[in-house]
């Protein structure tokens, strides 16, 4: 019995402390892209006057028009939205922005005087506008992935769809695009197409962080040769088959559906191998980003 709660109780250590370093690891990849962020906003996006929406997209139109301090205009704002977001949505939603919204505007301040040490060539705004794209979307992945919420007007986007009952995405697009508008009124409009460069790589590089690049394809096959099929692709490609039984709507048919997962370099070969054995099967492709399991 003795021996039992003593393993028991060095069970429970081993993961205290892995929940700790899990914590310290995830609070600094918190603090590190915190940091990044700040470097790029006063090293390219504040020089070059793009505004991407947020809180940073006001500081810098603030910045233009009233000679306000960015660091405070960030703080002020996230602030504000921190504590809306207390009163609508909660302490537990918003907790995540706390860290965010401290930290974040003193490294903006802590690094404003950087392009004093760092000299860049800004009049090239494509080549800065795809470099704020993939530096914003990867640390602004990194940050969901560990956890935690950048904060700002993203906490407004969450109490408009909470409350109006309108996605997320949308609400935070709408708010974005006035920022971005006023932007352009304040900048020139050929700031706003500078803008939808960086929004549109940003998104793209925030779904390769958070979800990966996907190296496979699903395939889900619908075929009247489908032990051909099968033998194909465990023979001649090497990979499995899983087979189940699905049920038209409209026929109300019953059929079998093959589903096979494949590498990105074999799906030429299913593919031509598919319209070989039945030129009438009917398959649908899907990026897999995630295999687990299987033998």
């Not at 910045?63 to 302490?91: A, D, H, K, Q, R």
């Not at 997320?168 to 197409?193: D, E």
Request: glycine fraction near 8%; proline fraction near 1%.
């Amino acid at each position: 019995m003795e021996l039992f709660i003593k393993s028991k109780d060095s069970a429970m250590n081993i993961l205290e402390t892995v929940r700790k370093k899990k914590l310290v690891r995830r609070y600094f990849i918190l603090i590190l892209s915190l940091l990044i962020s700040a470097v790029y906003f006063n090293l390219l996006q504040l020089p070059s006057q793009i505004v991407t929406g947020g809180t940073s997209g006001v500081s810098i139109i603030l910045n233009s028009y009233f000679n306000l301090e960015p660091s405070t205009v960030i703080f002020i704002l996230s602030m504000c939205s921190l504590l809306i977001g207390f009163i609508f949505l909660g302490i537990e939603k918003t907790s995540g922005a706390v860290v965010s919204t401290i930290i974040y505007p003193v490294f903006v301040e802590m690094t404003s005087n950087i392009s004093e040490y760092i000299q860049i060539d800004l009049s090239d705004k494509i080549l800065i506008s795809i470099f704020l794209g993939i530096l914003s979307g990867v640390t602004t992945g990194m940050v969901y992935k560990v956890g935690f919420s950048n904060g700002g007007f993203s906490i407004i986007s969450e109490i408009i769809s909470k409350y109006k009952k309108i996605s997320i995405s949308n609400t935070s697009f709408v708010i974005n695009l006035i920022i971005v508008l006023i932007g352009g009124a304040s900048f020139g409009w050929t700031m706003v197409l500078y803008a939808i460069i960086v929004l549109y790589i940003y998104s793209i590089v925030l779904d390769r962080v958070l979800i990966g690049v996907s190296k496979n394809k699903a395939l889900y096959i619908i075929s009247s040769k489908e032990d051909e099929l099968c033998d194909y692709i465990m023979n001649s490609l090497k990979h499995g088959v899983t087979i189940f039984d699905v049920k038209g709507a409209f026929l109300e048919k019953k059929r079998r559906v093959l589903m096979t997962v494949i590498p990105n370099r074999e799906y030429f070969r299913l593919k031509e191998g598919i319209k070989e054995i039945d030129k009438d099967a009917f398959f649908i492709v899907t990026d897999s980003y995630q295999v687990y399991g299987g033998e």
